[in-house]
């Protein structure tokens, strides 16, 4: 007999797990403790068969459902005009970091369509919803910091909506990685921003916390924090 895939996320639950989990993302209640290695499994073999059907009838009632439904995005094989639908229609589901950041990760087709998620992901850029937001900056992080986009990034990120705490978090983690890639463009970039202080002392915080930063440079870094 086959079973659904809400009962096999059921019968993968863990208490503990479930406990932890639900630690970590503080907004949510909606865990089930189903371990991330099990999704990635589950979603692959999604991806492999019938993954339309899936994705128009997924439910969204456990944390799992929704984070398997954004791997299993990540995982399908489809030309990118196919996949941006999907994409959009996920994006209002993500509530919370773990969602959105894991989502953002699997998106590996950006690696050969960089120019058409690039002008996907501006409405996002500009949007005033929190998670919308964290989506198109994690995007940027995750597949943008190099020489050809930094200075259109680092420009994006300096005009987003940071009124919101997540968005203010990724912000900083994507400059701490602009910073470790391309130390001088972000140095000069720290020197004129427009970042609120929170999230630009945050941003400095994460460039010292980087094992690819060495210890002189973090002690110039820390000089240039900001005193409220």
């Not at 994507?174 to 000069?188: G, H, M």
């Amino acid at each position: 007999m086959n079973i659904t895939v809400k009962e096999q996320l059921l019968a993968w639950a863990e208490e503990d797990y479930r406990k932890f989990s639900a630690a970590l993302i503080p907004n949510i209640n909606n865990v089930l403790g189903v371990r991330l290695p099990y999704l990635r499994k589950l979603a692959k073999t999604i991806a492999k068969g019938d993954w339309r059907q899936f994705l128009k009838n997924a439910e969204n009632e456990y944390f799992e459902e929704v984070m398997l439904q954004g791997m299993v995005i990540g995982y399908i094989q489809a030309d990118i005009e196919e996949v941006l639908p999907y994409i959009a229609d996920f994006v209002p589901k993500m509530d919370n970091w773990s969602v959105c950041d894991s989502f953002c990760i699997g998106l590996k087709i950006t690696k050969t369509n960089k120019d058409t998620v690039w002008n996907f992901l501006q409405p996002y850029l500009a949007s005033d919803k929190e998670y919308e937001i964290r989506f198109g900056v994690v995007m940027l992080l995750d597949f943008y910091i190099d020489e050809e986009y930094i200075h259109c990034v680092l420009r994006l990120l300096d005009q987003t909506d940071r009124s919101s705490y997540y968005v203010k978090m990724a912000v900083a983690w994507a400059i701490s990685i602009c910073y470790v890639k391309l130390p001088e463009i972000t140095q000069a970039y720290l020197a004129s921003s427009a970042l609120d202080d929170f999230t630009y002392n945050k941003a400095l915080q994460k460039i010292t916390e980087s094992y690819r930063v060495d210890p002189e440079t973090k002690t110039r870094i820390r000089a240039m924090k900001r005193k409220r």
